[in-house]
């Protein structure tokens, strides 16, 4: 059996990606979506999941890269000013083991308390940037995660359009750190790069259960081309039908 679920990232960061979200949802084709908290349409990607929750999944998307914490917060994630440390450095910091456990959990507790007070029923855990794949990130949301009873999350990806031995090998490795979480089989992101990535998608998928991950919007470029095939889908559709490839939700593993 090849299943796919296909899961929006950044539902709720702005008002225009919360519409093209919503767009995609109504097209057919997405079936799951991760939440910001803390942004501007974060409230009405709360509503939206609350009044669809029987349709479609919907997890946290972990946010420690983007975004500013109250004036005279202290913590291991922010620069003096309490804006979060950008992606890449905060990648640097999390290898090199200069984030506290005890600012990650607070700052999960927050963000999660935030869906949860807004009647969200959170399926599962992903992470804004990927941070949330390296251990001094992992450690903390799998215990944190399994408190709260949560036991579903995003895996390191395996799955590429294009190949890459040495990423790859070293997300073989973090899978270790998922210990006691249940993950699909299978991760690949879109990868607008490549040309015709989305109908390369049916063909490449393995056996098992595979998320992929759009990060859609109609004003920048970049997610309106992540967001084109699901908002006019039917040639994805007609190649997935083909292929025998079944649409999931994160409750379904």
Not at 20 to 25: D, E, I
């Amino acid at each position: 059996m090849k299943g796919v679920i296909i899961n929006a990232d950044d539902f709720g960061y702005d008002d225009d990606t919360f519409q093209a979200t919503v767009a995609c949802f109504d097209a057919g084709l997405l079936t799951s979506a991760t939440i910001l908290a803390g942004s501007p349409a974060t409230a009405s990607a709360c509503q939206y999941a609350r009044d669809n929750h029987s349709r479609f999944s919907f997890g946290l998307h972990f946010n420690i890269v983007e975004g500013r914490r109250p004036h005279g917060a202290s913590s291991t994630l922010c620069r003096k000013d309490g804006s979060l440390f950008p992606p890449k450095i905060q990648r640097a910091r999390a290898m090199a083991g200069l984030i506290d456990a005890a600012d990650i959990r607070r700052e999960f507790r927050l963000q999660l308390d935030e869906l949860r007070d807004h009647g969200v029923n959170v399926s599962h855990v992903d992470g804004h940037g990927h941070l949330h794949k390296y251990p001094a990130v992992m450690r903390v949301l799998r215990d944190e995660m399994l408190r709260a009873g949560i036991e579903r999350v995003r895996p390191p990806q395996n799955c590429y359009f294009l190949k890459n031995h040495m990423r790859g090998a070293m997300n073989v490795m973090l899978l270790r750190h998922f210990n006691g979480l249940r993950s699909p089989d299978f991760y690949v992101g879109a990868d607008t790069r490549q040309q015709g990535w989305a109908l390369r998608l049916p063909a490449m998928l393995p056996e098992g259960v595979t998320e992929m991950s759009v990060h859609p919007g109609f004003a920048e470029p970049w997610r309106r081309e992540e967001g084109e095939p699901l908002m006019h889908p039917t040639p994805l559709a007609t190649a997935f039908r083909q292929a025998g490839v079944v649409l999931m939700r994160y409750h379904d593993i």
